[in-house]
């Protein structure tokens, strides 16, 4: 059992690890994708069609982008903030340091990752793409299909990993 307790700790290290890098990946990810739709030098856009064209546009158009990028970036600060502190506090408790509170945060990731990972099948499926080939959207699926797995293993690991303590009647 003490062999078994061992081995969850060391994949908790492992995995907090994988919870940070999948973090530190979807803002690169993101600011990528931002550099691809950026307006080019003439005007248009880059990868992304202009939705309206200029005799159409909305008054409060830049008010609204503005809008939607700050919720957007507040949203990759949130979901970086969260992954850091969930891979940050399993590589402590893999490494025996008692650490509550974040398995809580863990599943709570994991369901929108999993809602996320669904609309993202559904997209795929459908064969729907604002920008991006099937191709694309298939790696970017992959990519998300393993920060998910990550996520439930660390998560079922660290429960695995607390009930190993209390049968073997561990502090902490």
């Not at 729907?128 to 191709?135: A, C, N, R, V």
């Not at 959207?137 to 439930?152: Q, R, V």
């Not at 293993?153 to 990993?161: D, F, I, Q, S």
């Amino acid at each position: 059992m003490e062999k078994e307790l061992r081995r969850g700790r060391s994949t908790l290290q492992i995995l907090g690890v994988g919870m940070i890098v999948f973090a530190l990946w979807d803002i690169a990810k993101y600011f990528l994708i931002m550099l691809m739709i950026a307006p080019d030098e003439t005007g248009g856009n880059g990868a992304a069609a202009d939705p309206f064209p200029v005799a159409e546009q909305p008054e409060n158009v830049l008010a609204i982008a503005v809008g939607v990028l700050v919720l957007l970036m507040l949203l990759l600060i949130l979901g970086l903030a969260l992954r850091i502190r969930i891979g940050r506090a399993a590589r402590a408790e893999g490494l025996g340091r008692p650490h509550r509170g974040y398995l809580g945060i863990c599943f709570a990731v994991f369901a929108v990752q999993v809602c996320l990972f669904g609309l993202g099948v559904w997209s795929f499926a459908s064969g729907y793409s604002s920008d991006q080939t099937l191709l694309q959207i298939f790696a970017s699926l992959l990519l998300e299909l393993c920060s998910l797995i990550t996520t439930g293993e660390l998560g079922l690991t660290a429960l695995k990993v607390r009930k190993l303590k209390k049968q073997l009647g561990e502090a902490g």
